[in-house]
């Protein structure tokens, strides 16, 4: 049997209908090993909430959910998407990191975040963080002091649809005084002492969760309620964390 196979309007006879399948064959051996030689992230995902959340002591519900919807390949750089769902930080440049998952679940399971909610983040990085409390508040308001990362970030949430996030670029350690009070906040950065302008702009009964304690060493993330205006802390673990970064000027 000959097939003839026309290209570009000239017919080329006599090509083996053999050497025809095997070509085909070949292709989609070609095309399958594309497809799954790709990450499969959702299942990461799935992986990273049973393994590194459920298995410790991440319970809170709704966190768990927003921590298995969220890209999070989608807000490190593309060399590092691979490890994306590993159970450590990664750098996004800038001498900035994105926290390793179970943090980001611990800090946003501290707070105790809910439906009605508004909440401050200080530290936007790559918009991570933001992100995951946009799938269960009403509206966050996230302030990043490197201009590049607080771009890139308003741009990254646009572009993934999350609506309820507002971005800006600034000195978080004054926070948002326009849009408060907020009824939680997130620092996202260790500081070495208690940020009282953010205090002031919590609601009576709101939360804080933070890194607190000396640069360059261990730091305690703890988490300070407002009581009749009165500070209430309670410690929750040791961590690492950048420091919380001022403006200079």
Known sequence: MRVNMLFNGNVYPRISSKIVLGCIVLFELMLLSSVYSQPNFQRQRERMVMIQLKTRDIYHNATLEAMG?????????????????????????????ISQPYIVAFMTQAIRPKKDHKVLEIGTGSGYQAAVLAEIVDSVYTIEIVDVLAREAKNRLKSLQYNNVKVRSGDGYHGWPEAAPFDAIVVTAGAEEIPMKLFEQLKEGGKMVMPLGPHG?????????????????????????????????
């Open 69 to 97: 919807q969220v890209p999070r390949h989608k807000f490190v750089p593309e060399e590092s998407q691979p490890f994306a769902y590993s159970d450590h930080p990664l750098s996004i440049g800038h001498g900035q990191t």
């Open 217 to 249: 060493g261990i730091r305690q993330l703890i988490r300070i309620t407002k009581k009749k205006g009165e500070i209430k802390i309670e410690e929750l673990m040791p961590v690492r964390f950048v420091p919380f970064t001022r403006d200079k000027n």
